[in-house]
């Protein structure tokens, strides 16, 4: 009540006293606003045109993709492009590997590292899982060069020189990212669920797949989104450890159009398209968990 | 921060009185320890030592001490590649910077359609690098040339690609076009941090838009200008996609990266003379990770 009577002066005054200037001022920020959002909008054409560009030409035929103008609309609008793309890039056969090396990379990112964060967070005082936990880390640190081409050696003597062996991989240059995020997430979870669960006799291997892992799921959604992302758009290590060319993940493949198909625009960019969609869709349903797991990874 | 407040307990308990771990603990952890051991450390560790031989990569081969370093350090191959990706990785990172600072200033202004717009401008980074690098090598090698024609721009009327002086240009703006949404999202998060009553209060001394920016915004968001400095000059340091799908090193070797010229190592014999090269590669990798380290910890401590 005497907060109310409080406020009530100010808030009265202060329409009184901007009365006179507020119109104009008004449309001065709605000017600034529309004129931010207009530049806005022009800097994100950088972003629209070579998608508009990959769209169109995908969608033309051979005779007008090569005629020059890349900006033009289809006309007519041709499948033609995705048909040859479909056959030249065996379109099921390596949409399946790439997707088979993201969902195992996916999966097993999410269930090792959370597996780990577990166990680090709740032995945090013994040595062996806080050095672990700093030593899972380095890697971030590590760029793939360095490892490669002894990776390379190493997963053709032990037979994994194919997509699982990318997946392995993929999932171990994960790690220290997942590792961290779920650590940190981990952290913020008080114990005492956890001991009451115990109290009511779950074991530890209740307690984190019944309790941790569903309370672990947004952090799972970020972790699972960026190992997809990592994975499906990997060009360097499928290219060097995949030796069986029929087993070549989607973006790998691509490079054909380079050299033997290269004035069918419209074949390659229909591929191109094929090749990009699957992780574009996958962010339109997944925004909020990419945009929410880079910043945490930044600021933790 | 949360490092230094969890390792506090294990100082403060006793060590004669530690709890037993239970078993179940160590399954969770060490299968993975080990995998990871073997998939990555071990990987490193033969490349540092195979470094010090003559190997080809397989077979037989003895230890010639530092020879391929004393070799690598006065190759001129090498020192371009070095000069090449440093020098290409400080203009990206210093344009990616520039460029996601000043929109996501904007993005977080009050306007119009922003959950739209921040969602274009994050786009970029789910395109895988090499694809979207072959497109823009179509524009760069097709559209761009005809368009500087018609407007009579001679330097650029045959393909950037193709010049020696002008391709890394171009690696540099496919390249930051992917960089920008992380960099960007990072900056958002920073300036939302920032306290809106500390805008409230310049306001009512009466500073300017200009003002507000290098006063309150820059110096408050400089934590999070380290991270994306430092966190960009890694990542563009290994640059290797958008060349192959650009350039493919060339024209010559004008745009040949480190990892480039290691990767080209494999095939062409002196595989013990590029582990030496990612040996030193990785050596400046830690460096920047220590950069690293020190500058989040100024970060968190303030």
Redesign the interface.
Known sequence: MSIQTLRKPSTTARPIGRGTSSRPRRNRTQFTRWALTIVLALCSLTVLVPLYVTVCMAFKTTGQAVDGNAFSLPGPWSLDGFVQAWTLTNFPRSFAVSVGVAALSVAGTIILSALAAFAISRNWDRRLFRYSFFYLLAAMFLPFPVVALSQVSLSGMVHLDNPIGVAILHIMFQLSFSVMLFTAFLRSIPTELEESARIDGASTGQVFWRLIFPLLAPMSATVGIFAFLASWNDYMMPALIVSNPALQTLPVLQQMFQTQFSNNYNVSFASYLMAMAPSIIVYLFAQRWVMSGLTQGAIK | M?LIR??R??RT?SPSR?RR??P???A??L???L??TL??T???L??IT?SFTDSV??GEFKFIGLTNYIAAFSDPAILKAYGFTIGFALVTVVLVNVVSFF?AL??T?????KVA????????????????A??????FS??LP?FATAIGLKPLETSMLANPDLAWLALVLVTA?QAVP?TL??Y??GILSIPADVYEAAALDGATAWRKLASITIPLAAG?IV?NVI?GF?GF??A??VI?GLTGGGPGTSTTS??MS??N??GSGD?SY??AN??I??LI??V??LL?LRATHGKTTF
């Open positions: 949360s969890t390792s307990p294990s308990s530690k771990v239970e179940v603990f160590y969770f952890l299968p993975t320890v995998a990871f998939a990555i071990v990987p490193a033969m490349g195979l990569g397989f929109l904007g993005l202004e009050k306007i119009r359609a717009l921040r969602a274009v401008f994050v786009l970029p980074m789910v395109i895988s690098g090499i694809v979207i072959y497109v823009f090598n179509f524009l097709n559209s005809d076009w992380a999202l990072i958002i998060a999070y991270i966190m890694k340091m290994n290797y996609d192959v480190v990892a290691i990767f190592g494999f595989y590029q582990m990612a040996t590669f990785f990798a830690i920047i990770a690293q």
